[in-house]
């Protein structure tokens, strides 16, 4: 049997078209012996996922993203189609995780299972089902959010710069800058002559210096010499101190507190005192502020002192012990 030539070029060319397709599958990681299940997934936004990226369960990869395209609707939601391993069984509440596949922008699925406990019954997605995505902060956005506070502190430490250097620029166009510089040159100079000064000063008191040193050293010696003493007046003033520690304070502050009672009690009856005493209703009152009370006890002191000095000048007068004092009176009377 014959086979014309443009058949043998149709058998090639299916045979072409079929390894082309097997091969760009196979390149693509998609396993061509297994049945793959599809799962749908919604996204506000994927980040740059595009067809052909892979899906990853735990580093492995286990499916790959079959198209990825609008809703349609006004809420403009992205349906993303993937085809994942029939094998892998996806138990409620696992998400499809958009990530940074590498450092050139490529993106992937990874799969973020629940944690199921051992024997517990979890209901599995089948293949069909519409399930939940979210988008990992990817390397780029962190490398972003790591530079950006350095940026921000190169922009001001390039502002800080900017400024010292028009500072500069001012010094260097006023002269300022040899006007420091010969500041400088004659502060040098001053400390030239101040240390020259000090090592004639040092030359001239040397003796001084030496003595003041020796009697530094003698008080010294004279306080290690006496550090026994010092520790016993120390020691003293230890015991001195435990001594008033044990006073009872209570007794004492209460014996303090009686006494100031008790002296205020006083004050209290000398003050009432004083009060009577400036009364005139009472007889010392009347004594201390009776002015004719005085003038007459004056009066009545100057009287007896005139008694006195005439008992004193004339005592028969008084006091007679002769039987003929009958005599003297009448006499006395006829003077009169």
């Known amino acids: 049997m014959n086979i014309s030539n443009e058949v043998k070029v149709a058998i090639l060319a299916i045979i072409a078209a079929l390894l082309l397709y097997f091969g760009f599958n196979f390149l693509k990681g998609k396993n061509l012996f297994t049945k793959d299940a599809y799962y749908v997934i919604i996204y506000d936004r994927v980040e740059g996922l595009v ?3 892979r899906v990853m369960l735990n580093g492995l990869q286990v499916g790959m993203v079959e198209s990825v395209e609008l809703n349609g609707k ?3 939601k992205i349906v993303t189609n993937v085809s994942i391993n029939s094998n892998v069984k996806i ?5 499809f995780q958009i990530a940074a596949a590498d450092l050139l922008g490529e993106m992937q699925l990874e799969l973020v299972l629940p944690y199921v406990k051992p024997g517990e019954n979890v209901s599995i997605a089948e293949s069909g089902d519409t399930l939940s995505g979210k988008i990992e902060t990817g390397m780029m956005d962190m490398v972003q959010n790591e530079l950006l506070p350095v940026k921000k502190q190169v922009e001001e430490l390039v502002v800080s710069v900017d400024t010292l250097i028009g500072v500069v620029n001012e010094l260097i166009s006023s002269n300022r800058i040899q006007n420091i510089l010969e500041q400088a040159e004659m502060t040098v100079l001053n400390l030239k002559d101040g240390s020259g000064e000090l ?5 001239t008191e040397k003796k001084a210096i030496h003595d003041v040193l020796a009697n530094s050293k003698t008080i010294t010696d004279k306080l290690i010499a006496s550090q026994d003493q010092i520790q016993g007046i120390l020691n003293n003033a230890d015991i001195a101190s435990q001594k008033l520690a044990a006073i009872p304070l209570a007794e004492t502050t209460e014996m303090a507190q ?5 002296a205020k009690n006083a004050i209290t009856e000398a003050t009432a005192m004083m009060a009577q005493l400036n009364n005139t209703d009472g007889t010392v009152g009347m004594l201390l502020n009776d002015k004719r009370l005085y003038e007459n006890l004056n009066a009545t002191a100057a009287d007896l002192d005139k008694l006195l000095i005439d008992m004193r000048e004339n005592p028969k007068s008084y006091v007679h012990f002769s039987l003929f004092g009958r005599k003297n009176k009448d006499k006395k009377k006829e003077k009169d």
Request: cysteine-free; glycine content about 10%; proline content about 10%.
């Open 51 to 53: 067809p052909g990226n």
């Open 74 to 76: 006004a809420d403009n």
């Open 91 to 95: 138990p409620d509440g696992t998400s």
């Open 199 to 203: 090592a004639s000063l040092l030359r």
């Open 258 to 262: 009686q006494t100031i009672l008790e």
